[in-house]
């Protein structure tokens, strides 16, 4: 997890959602989408929406944009990332029954229309992830690809399935010091092979380098009126059998990215769904975080289905993805 070069966005802005609430845009482009001059052939290029999880900014996506943005591609690439409403500098409407992955998913849509983008590749991580497949069900013709990160399926799904997941649910229900709240998002969120890892020559461990980072964040930022709406629509979604039907039935491939040692989404619940939506499915070694802890491999997978988007039946080229469960633990 080398330091991060993230470019500067292209644009930022606000677009408006259904019911008034503005949300928070960035858009980038890689260097060959600045420069080419044929701006006629736009709509072809790869579109990348990028929907964050619960309490983060779409500053989080930082490991994808600086991973992405850099590669050597001979076409241009256009990457959005929105902070979802309840965060950041989106709007943060009181009560729960403004949020849920439907309303979510509108969010999105009203983004990529704000944009003039008829058609884009969808990539959601954690609560994003939900949101995702809302997106991909209610809009399936505007879909290039769809690709979830640490999904689950909601409702009962986001409760703690393991011991070690239900003790480390329980402590921080009870931290109060900014502390003590940066070590459990660490334990929380990494593999505990990260954690241990040492850092070069010194005598530190990747947990002490992750919980400066986390105090530094949770102390430079404010608490957000929305994360009890967020958690709210976490518990509510459900991916509903016409849900299912309308991805499966969908001319867009769909691929999952799960950590094998996540405690927050289980992975259990991860090949649930890759089998119901009939969808390709990596697991990496990783905790909940992979977008940040597996940065390289996640960053690999997203261009492959950004940049070269296959079809279902186009399966071969990819064969890479799925012999990689046979390590599984």
Known sequence: ????????????????????????????????????EDRASAESWPRAMFIMGFACTCDCWAPQLDGLLQQEEERPLEICVVDNRGIGRSSKPAGHKSYTTVIMANDVVAVADQLGWAEFHCVGFSLGAMVSTKVASMYSERIRSLSLLGVTGGRWQTLPATWRSFKLFVKSMFVKSPEDKAKMTVKFHFSRRTLEERVGFDKFRRKDVLFQEYLQCQKATTPQAGLHGQLMACLKHNLSKKDISQIRGGEFPVQLIHGRHDVVAHKKYARRIAKLLAAQLVEVEGGHMITRECGHEVNRLLAMSIMYPYTRSDRSRHLDRTMRRKSEG
Request: aromatic share 12%; glycine share 12%; hydrophobic share 25%.
């Open 1 to 36: 997890m080398e330091p991060l070069q993230v470019p500067e966005p292209a644009r930022t802005g606000y677009a408006r959602a259904g019911d008034g609430s503005e949300l928070y845009y960035e858009l980038y482009c890689s260097g060959l989408s600045k420069e080419h």
